[in-house]
């Protein structure tokens, strides 16, 4: 399998594809985490009053991959980690950076060959209700606007995840009948950052493709955990022009801009069930 079994010569590969897309390129074969060392490399440039060019940091494995709300991604090698790493973005790309990011990875692996891929809000991919990526976002406001958008993707396996229980996961070569090829990793990287870079351009016509990979819908039972670690439940009956979750039980409507969706009981739709807890990376 391309990075599993050799991470010296995909990151090659990697790094070529991403020099066309990004100013600098930096590979690593493992660090704690691309976005923890994303945000060491905005301080550092920060601190010392020089220009970042836009960046990609790319890694072999993580041994502490970061999801919200302190949650970990398990990071083995054999999946996809990086950090794209930029400036000066405009204040409305980077409020709806979670939902680009997610459009960004379901577009690429769709664009591989892969079928039923849909979004758990915001920014969980999954493939047929099984999880095999997931994004994160971080901003920082100053003299200079910078967002590390992390992303990771299980492309030739499908560690348990155990934020709350076990998550269902699958990975991309699970999903290709001929397996994962060296092209099809290169092709997911640049459609990655081909789709992330114009929809920092463009954030509408990303977010519309996002509301339509959106795998909730309108009558939904959803509980999400918030930030403080409440949680709340409620019925979903749509997003904000923002992307934010709005939510009704007892007729009171409730809006909710970040969080993490722990359980969905689908009440409409061709089909019920519900989809467990999935941390992010």
């Known amino acids: 399998m391309p990075l599993k079994r050799d991470f010296s010569a995909a990151a090659e590969r990697l790094a070529t594809v991403a020099k066309s897309l990004v100013e600098n390129v930096v590979i ?163 459609v990655i950052l081909e789709e992330l870079t114009a929809g920092i351009t463009d954030p509408e016509a990303s977010l519309d493709r996002w509301r339509a990979r959106l795998l909730h819908r309108p009558g939904d039972e959803m509980t999400v955990r918030l930030g403080d670690g409440t949680e709340i439940t409620g019925s979903f009956i749509g997003l904000t022009d923002d992307g934010h979750l709005r939510l009704v039980r007892d007729g009171d409507e409730r809006t909710v801009a970040a969080g993490v969706v722990v359980e969905v009981r689908v009440v409409t739709g061709p089909a019920a069930g519900t989809a467990p807890e999935a941390g992010t990376r």
Not at 57 to 73: C, D, Y
Not at 83 to 111: C, K, Q, W, Y
Not at 178 to 189: A, H, N
């Open 28 to 190: 690593l074969t493992r660090i704690d985490s691309t976005q923890a060392f994303g945000l060491r490399l905005v301080d550092q440039a920060e601190a010392e009053e020089i220009v970042l060019p836009t960046t990609l940091v790319i890694a072999g494995e993580q041994t502490q991959g970061r999801g919200r709300s302190v949650r970990t991604w398990t990071s083995p090698p054999g999946g996809l980690y990086v950090s794209f790493i930029a400036s000066s973005i405009a204040p409305g790309a980077i409020a709806r950076l979670p939902m680009i990011a997610a459009t960004a990875v379901s577009e690429a692996i769709v664009a591989i060959g892969i079928d039923g891929v849909a979004i758990k809000w915001p920014n969980d991919i999954f493939i047929e209700g099984e999880k095999c990526a997931g994004c994160l976002v971080h901003a920082r406001h100053g003299a200079t606007r910078w967002v590390v958008v992390g992303i990771g993707v299980n492309l030739e396996g499908a560690p348990d995840l155990e934020d709350g229980g076990p998550v269902p996961a699958t990975s991309v070569a699970d999903r290709l009948p001929g397996g994962l090829t060296d092209d099809g990793t290169d092709r997911l990287l640049r």
